[in-house]
């Protein structure tokens, strides 16, 4: 029988949870002062320990932002696992993922601007983060291609298709912010619904997000005002 009953958990599995804790806190230092007026020393003192500390999990800032990129794409492909686990169709599954991957990136990470600036990592590192996102996006094909064959998606070009809602989830950056109305999921649901309705072979009558039933009561509410 193992020691505590596994009850605790290892040191190495302290040390992992610890780096990931790292890495979504440093993620949410470089998505407010960007990756290139970001030193160490501000993620340490974000975290409130020295940056001698830090170099015990990371060797230095292009690792801790190469470590960003990739946690943001275990991020992606975990919850497109489970888009394709759950969804009953290729559309399904897309917006189970999509929603998915950007509530959780918004949550956990602050707004996913670093998945923008790969051009960042030093000459030489940024080849296995595109790789990995580029391995992303076919997944995300295959499943276009899987709803126009089941009939919930249009035919449409299943790469223009990717394209767009990419575009549309990577531009959260632009526009959300933590501190505002409306809370991950509810942004979350809502873009995805949207964005996704472009290439729905079956739109419903209405938007079905909490956010977009507040926004017509809101409006229904006030019909005088413009």
Same mark, same amino acid.
């Given at each position: ?9 290892? *040191?190495? +599995?302290?040390?992992? !949870? ?10 949410r230092v470089f998505n407010r002062? %960007?990756?290139?007026?970001?030193? &160490? ?6 975290? %409130? ?12 800032? !292009? ?14 492909? +975990? ?9 009953? !169709?290729?559309?399904?599954?897309? *917006? ?17 601007v670093l998945i923008l600036e ?14 990995? *996102? ?5 997944? &995300? ?23 767009? &809602? ?24 809502? &873009?995805?619904?949207?964005?996704? *309705?472009?290439?729905?072979a079956q739109p419903g009558a ?21």
């Open positions: 029988m193992s020691k505590w009953a596994n009850a605790v958990p290892s *040191r190495a +599995e302290q040390t992992d !949870n610890k780096r990931k804790a790292i890495i979504r806190e440093a993620a002062r %960007g990756s290139h007026g970001t030193t &160490l020393d501000d993620v340490a003192e974000r975290l %409130g320990v020295t940056k001698t500390a830090l170099y015990r999990y990371v060797n230095n800032k !292009n690792d801790l932002l190469f470590a960003c990129h990739e946690e943001a794409m275990e991020i992606a492909n +975990e919850h497109l696992g489970i888009g394709e686990r759950d969804g009953s !169709n290729g559309l399904e599954k897309i *917006r189970i993922g999509m929603t998915g991957y950007l509530r959780t990136m918004i949550s956990d990470m602050g707004v996913p790969e051009n960042a990592l030093a000459d030489g590192t940024a080849g296995p983060i595109i790789a990995l *996102r580029d391995a992303f996006e076919k997944r &995300l094909r295959r499943l276009v291609e899987e709803g126009i064959r089941d009939g919930s998606i249009v035919p449409v070009n299943p790469k223009l298709a990717v394209f767009m &809602l990419l575009g549309a989830v990577h531009w959260v950056t632009k526009w959300y912010s933590p501190e505002g109305p409306w809370t991950a999921e509810q942004a979350s649901e809502a &873009l995805i619904e949207l964005a996704t *309705r472009g290439f729905s209405a938007l079905t997000s909490d956010l977009h039933q507040s926004i017509m009561s809101f409006t229904a509410a006030r019909p005088n005002e413009g």
